[in-house]
Protein backbone atom coordinates (compact mmCIF):
# COMPACT_ATOMS: atom_id res chain seq x y z
CA UNK A 1 0.00 0.00 0.00
CA UNK A 2 1.09 3.51 -0.58
CA UNK A 3 3.68 4.94 2.02
CA UNK A 4 2.09 8.79 0.92
CA UNK A 5 -0.48 10.60 2.79
CA UNK A 6 -3.94 9.05 0.91
CA UNK A 7 -5.75 12.10 1.59
CA UNK A 8 -3.27 14.73 0.15
CA UNK A 9 -4.40 15.63 -2.97
CA UNK A 10 -1.84 16.11 -5.89
CA UNK A 11 -1.84 19.90 -8.52
CA UNK A 12 -4.28 19.67 -10.45
CA UNK A 13 -2.40 20.23 -13.35
CA UNK A 14 -0.54 17.18 -12.44
CA UNK A 15 -3.38 14.90 -12.91
CA UNK A 16 -3.17 14.27 -16.48
CA UNK A 17 0.42 13.74 -16.97
CA UNK A 18 1.13 9.86 -17.43
CA UNK A 19 2.40 8.35 -14.18
CA UNK A 20 5.01 6.18 -16.47
CA UNK A 21 6.36 8.89 -19.01
CA UNK A 22 5.34 11.93 -17.66
CA UNK A 23 4.02 12.48 -21.33
CA UNK A 24 0.55 14.77 -21.45
CA UNK A 25 -2.56 13.44 -23.53
CA UNK A 26 -3.83 11.07 -21.74
CA UNK A 27 -6.84 9.26 -23.63
CA UNK A 28 -10.07 8.47 -21.48
CA UNK A 29 -11.59 4.65 -22.12
CA UNK A 30 -15.69 5.82 -21.82
CA UNK A 31 -16.69 2.10 -21.11
CA UNK A 32 -14.93 2.15 -17.82
CA UNK A 33 -17.44 4.15 -15.58
CA UNK A 34 -20.22 1.74 -16.02
CA UNK A 35 -18.46 -1.39 -14.60
CA UNK A 36 -18.40 -1.99 -11.21
CA UNK A 37 -15.28 -2.42 -9.32
CA UNK A 38 -13.77 -4.12 -6.63
CA UNK A 39 -11.16 -3.09 -4.20
CA UNK A 40 -7.60 -4.50 -3.63
CA UNK A 41 -8.66 -6.32 -0.46
CA UNK A 42 -11.24 -8.23 -2.20
CA UNK A 43 -14.61 -6.26 -1.31
CA UNK A 44 -16.81 -4.87 -3.98
CA UNK A 45 -16.96 -1.29 -4.82
CA UNK A 46 -19.14 0.77 -6.83
CA UNK A 47 -18.98 1.81 -10.93
CA UNK A 48 -17.41 4.75 -11.77
CA UNK A 49 -13.66 5.82 -11.80
CA UNK A 50 -11.59 6.77 -14.92
CA UNK A 51 -9.31 4.50 -16.92
CA UNK A 52 -7.00 6.07 -19.52
CA UNK A 53 -4.44 5.08 -21.91
CA UNK A 54 -0.82 7.41 -21.93
CA UNK A 55 -0.82 8.51 -25.99
CA UNK A 56 2.82 8.06 -26.23
CA UNK A 57 4.02 5.22 -24.36
CA UNK A 58 0.68 2.62 -24.04
CA UNK A 59 0.77 2.80 -20.28
CA UNK A 60 -2.92 2.13 -19.12
CA UNK A 61 -3.72 4.42 -15.35
CA UNK A 62 -6.67 5.86 -13.52
CA UNK A 63 -7.03 9.27 -13.48
CA UNK A 64 -5.37 10.43 -9.94
CA UNK A 65 -7.74 13.43 -9.29
CA UNK A 66 -9.28 14.55 -6.19
CA UNK A 67 -12.12 11.55 -6.57
CA UNK A 68 -9.98 9.19 -6.50
CA UNK A 69 -7.97 10.65 -3.84
CA UNK A 70 -11.02 10.40 -1.91
CA UNK A 71 -11.91 6.99 -2.79
CA UNK A 72 -8.60 5.44 -1.49
CA UNK A 73 -8.68 7.17 1.17
CA UNK A 74 -12.10 5.85 2.19
CA UNK A 75 -11.09 2.28 0.78
CA UNK A 76 -8.12 2.40 2.95
CA UNK A 77 -9.98 3.82 6.25
CA UNK A 78 -11.73 0.12 6.15
CA UNK A 79 -8.72 -1.98 4.65
CA UNK A 80 -8.89 -5.47 5.83
CA UNK A 81 -6.05 -7.45 4.06
CA UNK A 82 -7.15 -11.02 3.28
CA UNK A 83 -10.29 -10.32 6.12
CA UNK A 84 -11.75 -13.93 4.78
CA UNK A 85 -8.98 -16.08 5.95
CA UNK A 86 -8.23 -14.15 9.47
CA UNK A 87 -5.20 -12.53 7.84
CA UNK A 88 -3.80 -15.72 5.63
CA UNK A 89 -2.08 -15.05 2.50
CA UNK A 90 -3.54 -15.58 -0.64
CA UNK A 91 -2.21 -19.04 -1.96
CA UNK A 92 -1.37 -19.90 -5.43
CA UNK A 93 -2.54 -22.99 -6.90
CA UNK A 94 -1.22 -25.99 -9.04
CA UNK A 95 -3.18 -25.99 -12.14
CA UNK A 96 -2.85 -29.76 -12.72
CA UNK A 97 -3.32 -30.74 -9.35
CA UNK A 98 -4.78 -28.08 -7.21
CA UNK A 99 -1.98 -27.99 -4.79
CA UNK A 100 -1.03 -24.47 -2.78
CA UNK A 101 1.33 -22.69 -1.58
CA UNK A 102 1.44 -18.79 0.28
CA UNK A 103 2.49 -16.42 -2.71
CA UNK A 104 5.00 -14.23 -1.32
CA UNK A 105 6.53 -17.89 0.01
CA UNK A 106 7.30 -18.43 -3.62
CA UNK A 107 8.71 -15.29 -4.40
CA UNK A 108 11.04 -15.07 -1.41
CA UNK A 109 12.73 -18.23 -2.51
CA UNK A 110 12.99 -17.38 -5.84
CA UNK A 111 14.55 -13.84 -4.79
CA UNK A 112 17.21 -15.50 -2.33
CA UNK A 113 18.14 -18.09 -4.63
CA UNK A 114 18.52 -16.00 -7.92
CA UNK A 115 20.42 -13.20 -6.06
CA UNK A 116 22.82 -15.75 -3.64
CA UNK A 117 21.69 -13.31 -0.90
CA UNK A 118 24.83 -13.28 1.89
CA UNK A 119 24.11 -14.48 5.34
CA UNK A 120 23.31 -10.91 6.76
CA UNK A 121 22.32 -7.56 5.59
CA UNK A 122 19.28 -5.08 6.24
CA UNK A 123 15.91 -5.55 4.35
CA UNK A 124 13.27 -3.15 3.98
CA UNK A 125 9.59 -3.81 2.80
CA UNK A 126 7.85 -1.08 1.47
CA UNK A 127 4.28 -1.23 1.76
CA UNK A 128 4.74 -4.35 4.08
CA UNK A 129 1.14 -4.93 4.51
CA UNK A 130 0.16 -7.59 7.22
CA UNK A 131 3.69 -8.27 7.25
CA UNK A 132 3.49 -11.85 5.03
CA UNK A 133 6.03 -11.42 3.10
CA UNK A 134 8.34 -10.45 5.93
CA UNK A 135 7.21 -13.33 7.45
CA UNK A 136 8.55 -15.57 4.61
CA UNK A 137 12.12 -12.84 4.69
CA UNK A 138 12.28 -14.24 8.32
CA UNK A 139 12.24 -17.73 7.49
CA UNK A 140 14.69 -17.59 4.32
CA UNK A 141 16.72 -14.92 5.93
CA UNK A 142 17.15 -15.53 9.74
CA UNK A 143 20.56 -13.68 9.53
CA UNK A 144 19.32 -10.68 7.86
CA UNK A 145 17.70 -7.10 10.26
CA UNK A 146 14.05 -7.08 8.65
CA UNK A 147 12.32 -3.17 8.24
CA UNK A 148 8.83 -2.22 6.95
CA UNK A 149 7.10 0.53 5.85
CA UNK A 150 3.06 1.49 5.83
CA UNK A 151 0.91 4.27 6.18
CA UNK A 152 -0.27 3.11 9.94
CA UNK A 153 1.38 0.71 12.38
CA UNK A 154 -1.69 -1.35 12.52
CA UNK A 155 0.53 -4.44 11.88
CA UNK A 156 3.47 -3.82 14.64
CA UNK A 157 2.31 -6.01 16.81
CA UNK A 158 2.54 -8.85 13.94
CA UNK A 159 5.72 -8.01 13.42
CA UNK A 160 7.10 -8.02 16.26
CA UNK A 161 6.93 -11.30 16.35
CA UNK A 162 9.72 -12.03 14.14
CA UNK A 163 12.97 -12.42 15.62
CA UNK A 164 14.65 -10.59 13.25
CA UNK A 165 12.06 -7.59 12.64
CA UNK A 166 13.63 -4.07 13.66
CA UNK A 167 11.51 -0.81 12.76
CA UNK A 168 8.02 -0.15 10.99
CA UNK A 169 8.31 2.76 9.02
CA UNK A 170 4.98 5.22 8.98
CA UNK A 171 6.56 8.38 7.70
CA UNK A 172 6.70 9.37 4.26
CA UNK A 173 8.86 7.84 1.85
CA UNK A 174 11.50 10.01 1.56
CA UNK A 175 11.88 10.45 5.30
CA UNK A 176 12.87 6.60 5.71
CA UNK A 177 16.40 6.65 7.20
CA UNK A 178 19.13 4.28 6.69
CA UNK A 179 20.11 2.07 3.35
CA UNK A 180 19.26 -1.31 2.51
CA UNK A 181 20.77 -4.00 0.99
CA UNK A 182 17.57 -5.27 -0.37
CA UNK A 183 14.65 -3.50 -1.08
CA UNK A 184 11.13 -4.81 -1.98
CA UNK A 185 7.64 -3.95 -2.98
CA UNK A 186 5.57 -6.42 -3.58
CA UNK A 187 1.73 -5.06 -4.74
CA UNK A 188 2.33 -2.04 -3.47
CA UNK A 189 3.87 0.16 -6.71
CA UNK A 190 0.51 0.00 -8.31
CA UNK A 191 -1.16 1.76 -5.54
CA UNK A 192 1.53 4.47 -5.19
CA UNK A 193 -0.18 8.24 -6.08
CA UNK A 194 3.45 9.14 -7.72
CA UNK A 195 5.28 5.63 -8.87
CA UNK A 196 8.50 7.05 -10.17
CA UNK A 197 8.50 9.32 -7.20
CA UNK A 198 8.41 6.25 -4.92
CA UNK A 199 11.20 4.27 -7.26
CA UNK A 200 13.26 7.20 -6.87
CA UNK A 201 13.19 7.03 -3.11
CA UNK A 202 13.85 3.47 -3.38
CA UNK A 203 16.44 3.68 -5.19
CA UNK A 204 18.24 6.33 -3.01
CA UNK A 205 17.69 3.97 -0.03
CA UNK A 206 19.84 1.01 -1.76
CA UNK A 207 23.29 0.59 -0.25
CA UNK A 208 26.54 -0.37 -2.57
CA UNK A 209 25.40 -3.18 -4.31
CA UNK A 210 22.05 -3.09 -3.42
CA UNK A 211 18.85 -4.62 -5.11
CA UNK A 212 15.28 -3.22 -5.87
CA UNK A 213 12.49 -6.41 -6.21
CA UNK A 214 9.51 -5.34 -7.60
CA UNK A 215 6.20 -7.67 -7.77
CA UNK A 216 2.77 -5.77 -9.89
CA UNK A 217 0.24 -7.63 -11.81
CA UNK A 218 0.54 -7.62 -15.17
CA UNK A 219 -2.33 -5.91 -17.38
CA UNK A 220 -0.75 -7.46 -20.55
CA UNK A 221 -2.80 -11.27 -18.94
CA UNK A 222 -4.63 -10.13 -15.82
CA UNK A 223 -7.92 -7.80 -17.30
CA UNK A 224 -9.53 -8.46 -14.05
CA UNK A 225 -6.49 -5.78 -12.35
CA UNK A 226 -8.25 -2.48 -14.23
CA UNK A 227 -10.91 -3.13 -12.30
CA UNK A 228 -9.27 -2.70 -8.41
CA UNK A 229 -10.20 0.63 -7.62
CA UNK A 230 -7.41 1.66 -5.74
CA UNK A 231 -4.42 0.55 -8.10
CA UNK A 232 -3.00 3.60 -10.48
CA UNK A 233 -1.37 2.11 -12.61
CA UNK A 234 -1.89 -1.35 -14.50
CA UNK A 235 1.65 -2.02 -15.72
CA UNK A 236 2.49 -4.38 -18.70
CA UNK A 237 6.30 -5.52 -18.81
CA UNK A 238 7.28 -2.64 -21.30
CA UNK A 239 5.69 -0.26 -19.73
CA UNK A 240 7.33 -1.29 -15.79
CA UNK A 241 10.76 -1.31 -18.58
CA UNK A 242 9.39 2.53 -19.05
CA UNK A 243 9.12 3.40 -15.61
CA UNK A 244 12.49 1.46 -14.13
CA UNK A 245 14.73 3.08 -16.53
CA UNK A 246 13.12 6.90 -15.63
CA UNK A 247 13.65 6.27 -11.47
CA UNK A 248 17.81 5.49 -12.40
CA UNK A 249 17.33 1.51 -12.36
CA UNK A 250 19.20 -1.26 -14.13
CA UNK A 251 17.48 -4.47 -14.45
CA UNK A 252 18.70 -7.96 -14.00
CA UNK A 253 15.26 -10.13 -13.85
CA UNK A 254 12.17 -9.02 -15.97
CA UNK A 255 9.88 -12.16 -16.02
CA UNK A 256 6.13 -12.73 -16.09
CA UNK A 257 7.24 -16.54 -15.55
CA UNK A 258 7.45 -16.56 -11.33
CA UNK A 259 3.88 -16.09 -10.79
CA UNK A 260 0.67 -16.49 -13.23
CA UNK A 261 -0.50 -12.93 -14.60
CA UNK A 262 2.22 -11.25 -12.57
CA UNK A 263 5.69 -9.02 -13.28
CA UNK A 264 8.90 -9.74 -11.49
CA UNK A 265 11.69 -7.32 -11.59
CA UNK A 266 14.74 -7.15 -9.86
CA UNK A 267 17.14 -4.56 -10.55
CA UNK A 268 20.04 -1.97 -9.14
CA UNK A 269 21.19 1.38 -9.40
CA UNK A 270 21.55 2.40 -12.79
CA UNK A 271 22.44 6.25 -14.18
CA UNK A 272 20.15 8.61 -12.65
CA UNK A 273 18.13 9.73 -15.71
CA UNK A 274 18.08 7.22 -18.72
CA UNK A 275 15.65 7.89 -22.13
CA UNK A 276 13.26 5.33 -23.47
CA UNK A 277 12.09 5.02 -27.16
CA UNK A 278 8.74 5.70 -28.02
CA UNK A 279 6.53 2.82 -28.06
CA UNK A 280 3.31 1.75 -29.67
CA UNK A 281 1.05 3.21 -27.88
CA UNK A 282 -2.18 1.60 -29.63
CA UNK A 283 -1.17 -1.68 -28.17
CA UNK A 284 -2.22 -0.09 -24.78
CA UNK A 285 -5.86 1.16 -26.21
CA UNK A 286 -6.07 -1.80 -27.81
CA UNK A 287 -5.39 -3.78 -24.96
CA UNK A 288 -7.55 -2.31 -22.61
CA UNK A 289 -10.43 -1.81 -24.50
CA UNK A 290 -10.55 -5.82 -25.04
CA UNK A 291 -10.03 -6.13 -21.40
CA UNK A 292 -13.20 -3.99 -20.87
CA UNK A 293 -15.25 -5.66 -23.39
CA UNK A 294 -14.22 -8.89 -21.59
CA UNK A 295 -15.17 -7.49 -19.05
CA UNK A 296 -18.95 -6.59 -19.73
CA UNK A 297 -19.18 -10.01 -21.65
CA UNK A 298 -18.66 -11.97 -18.21
CA UNK A 299 -20.95 -9.81 -16.33
CA UNK A 300 -23.85 -10.62 -19.48
CA UNK A 301 -23.02 -14.64 -19.46
CA UNK A 302 -23.38 -14.81 -15.55
CA UNK A 303 -26.19 -13.20 -15.27
CA UNK A 304 -27.86 -15.14 -18.31
CA UNK A 305 -26.93 -18.21 -16.48
CA UNK A 306 -27.82 -17.19 -13.31
CA UNK A 307 -31.14 -16.14 -14.57
CA UNK A 308 -31.88 -19.96 -16.15
CA UNK A 309 -31.30 -21.97 -13.06
CA UNK A 310 -32.10 -22.68 -9.48
CA UNK A 311 -28.67 -22.07 -7.56
CA UNK A 312 -25.87 -20.06 -8.63
CA UNK A 313 -22.58 -20.02 -7.15
CA UNK A 314 -19.49 -17.98 -7.84
CA UNK A 315 -15.85 -19.93 -7.95
CA UNK A 316 -13.14 -17.63 -6.07
CA UNK A 317 -13.75 -15.43 -3.07
CA UNK A 318 -10.63 -13.02 -4.50
CA UNK A 319 -10.29 -10.10 -7.07
CA UNK A 320 -12.22 -11.56 -10.09
CA UNK A 321 -15.39 -13.08 -7.76
CA UNK A 322 -16.02 -10.52 -5.35
CA UNK A 323 -16.60 -8.35 -8.40
CA UNK A 324 -18.42 -10.42 -10.00
CA UNK A 325 -20.70 -10.56 -6.98
CA UNK A 326 -20.70 -6.72 -6.79
CA UNK A 327 -22.41 -7.06 -10.38
CA UNK A 328 -24.26 -10.05 -9.51
CA UNK A 329 -25.69 -9.54 -6.27
CA UNK A 330 -28.89 -10.90 -5.20
CA UNK A 331 -28.78 -13.48 -7.90
CA UNK A 332 -25.62 -15.24 -6.05
CA UNK A 333 -26.41 -17.87 -4.03
CA UNK A 334 -23.21 -19.01 -2.98
CA UNK A 335 -19.45 -18.91 -3.50
CA UNK A 336 -16.65 -21.59 -4.04
CA UNK A 337 -12.89 -22.03 -3.16
CA UNK A 338 -10.32 -24.08 -3.23
CA UNK A 339 -8.36 -22.49 -0.16
CA UNK A 340 -9.48 -24.15 3.13
CA UNK A 341 -8.87 -21.19 4.79
CA UNK A 342 -12.14 -19.61 3.54
CA UNK A 343 -14.23 -23.03 3.38
CA UNK A 344 -16.93 -22.55 5.66
CA UNK A 345 -17.25 -18.74 6.21
CA UNK A 346 -19.60 -16.75 4.91
CA UNK A 347 -19.94 -13.44 3.26
CA UNK A 348 -22.67 -11.47 3.28
CA UNK A 349 -24.78 -14.51 3.92
CA UNK A 350 -23.72 -16.87 1.24
CA UNK A 351 -21.25 -20.01 2.99
CA UNK A 352 -17.97 -20.40 0.87
CA UNK A 353 -18.01 -24.28 0.03
CA UNK A 354 -15.32 -26.61 -0.78
CA UNK A 355 -15.41 -27.64 -4.62
CA UNK A 356 -16.74 -31.19 -3.90
CA UNK A 357 -19.66 -29.28 -1.37
CA UNK A 358 -21.19 -27.57 -3.66
CA UNK A 359 -25.07 -28.79 -3.87
CA UNK A 360 -25.87 -31.27 -6.86
CA UNK A 361 -27.10 -29.19 -9.99
CA UNK A 362 -26.15 -26.05 -9.33
CA UNK A 363 -24.31 -23.42 -11.81
CA UNK A 364 -21.11 -21.98 -10.86
CA UNK A 365 -19.22 -19.27 -12.80
CA UNK A 366 -15.69 -19.18 -13.15
CA UNK A 367 -15.07 -15.29 -13.23
CA UNK A 368 -10.97 -16.34 -14.04
CA UNK A 369 -8.60 -16.05 -17.19
CA UNK A 370 -9.72 -18.72 -19.78
CA UNK A 371 -6.63 -20.59 -19.22
CA UNK A 372 -7.02 -21.08 -15.52
CA UNK A 373 -10.86 -21.42 -15.35
CA UNK A 374 -10.34 -24.48 -17.89
CA UNK A 375 -7.81 -26.18 -15.27
CA UNK A 376 -11.09 -25.46 -12.15
CA UNK A 377 -13.58 -26.91 -14.62
CA UNK A 378 -10.96 -29.85 -15.42
CA UNK A 379 -10.37 -30.64 -11.87
CA UNK A 380 -13.85 -30.30 -10.98
CA UNK A 381 -15.08 -32.27 -14.02
CA UNK A 382 -16.37 -35.11 -11.82
CA UNK A 383 -18.45 -33.61 -9.34
CA UNK A 384 -22.27 -33.16 -9.80
CA UNK A 385 -22.26 -29.34 -10.40
CA UNK A 386 -21.82 -27.56 -13.40
CA UNK A 387 -18.78 -24.76 -13.67
CA UNK A 388 -18.86 -22.36 -16.34
CA UNK A 389 -16.23 -20.93 -18.06
CA UNK A 390 -15.53 -17.63 -19.13
CA UNK A 391 -15.67 -16.21 -23.15
CA UNK A 392 -12.51 -16.35 -24.52
CA UNK A 393 -10.27 -13.40 -24.36
CA UNK A 394 -8.54 -11.97 -27.45
CA UNK A 395 -5.12 -11.74 -27.92
CA UNK A 396 -3.31 -8.22 -28.16
CA UNK A 397 -0.42 -8.37 -30.29
CA UNK A 398 2.81 -6.57 -28.73
CA UNK A 399 6.48 -6.08 -27.76
CA UNK A 400 7.66 -10.09 -27.79
CA UNK A 401 8.87 -11.16 -24.13
Not at 31 to 41: A, G, K, N
Not at 171 to 197: A, F, Q, R, T
Not at 223 to 245: C, G, Q, Y
Not at 257 to 283: A, C, H, M, N, Y
Amino acid sequence: MSQQIVGSIRKTETQDLCKVCGDTGLDRLADYSSLPRVTSDCKPWPAGGELSVCGRCGAIQKIANQSWFEEISAIYKGYEIYHLSDGSEQVIFNGKNGANVPRSHRLVDFLVETLKLPQSGRLLDMGCGNGSALTNFSRALPGWTLYGSEISDAALQLLRRLPNFDTLFTCKEMDIPGSYNLISMIHSLEHMPDPLVSLRNARERLGDGGWLFIEVPDASTSPFDVLVADHLVHLTRETLKILVRRAGLIERVLTNKILPKELTFVGGRGEEKQGFSRTDSGTGKTLASEHLRWLSEIINNAQRIAANGNSFGIFGTSISGMWLYGALREKVDFFVDEDRSRVGRQYQGRTIYLPEDVPAGADVFVPLVPDVAASVAQRCAHLPACFHLPPSLPEVEGPPY
